[in-house]
């Protein structure tokens, strides 16, 4: 999995109404993994964010609401609602909302 900016966004409409329905907490962000799945919602509040991390998973994340800039690998991605982002496993990364932000979060 190469890490980049990818444009098609297929995406079950329950998943997206079930994340849009989600409200947005001052100066915060929200994480909700759904039980049984492979999927992480995270809703994000404007100049919110992650330090870098990795993982040992593989990420496709999905834009649904927002704006936010993405660090993968050294590499800055400005990502905003319908674009799409793979992140590959041990990659490190890091995020900030430059808008409020909805993000779905696929793992594998």
């Known amino acids: 999995m190469n890490s980049g900016i990818l444009t098609e966004n297929k995406i079950d409409e329950k998943l997206i109404e079930e994340i849009k329905s989600i409200e ?16 992480v919602f ?15 998973i593989n990420a496709d994340v999905h834009i649904i609401e927002g704006e936010i800039n993405f660090i993968v690998s050294g590499k800055n991605y400005e990502l905003k ?9 041990n990659a490190p990364h890091s995020f900030k909302a430059t808008e409020k932000t909805k993000m779905i979060l696929f793992v594998s």
């Open 42 to 56: 995270f809703v994000i509040d404007k100049n919110q964010g992650l330090f870098e991390h990795s993982a040992v």
């Open 24 to 39: 947005y907490q001052q100066d915060a962000i929200l994480i909700k993994g759904k039980p049984d799945t492979n999927i």
């Open 81 to 89: 609602e319908g674009s799409r982002i793979e992140i590959p496993s």
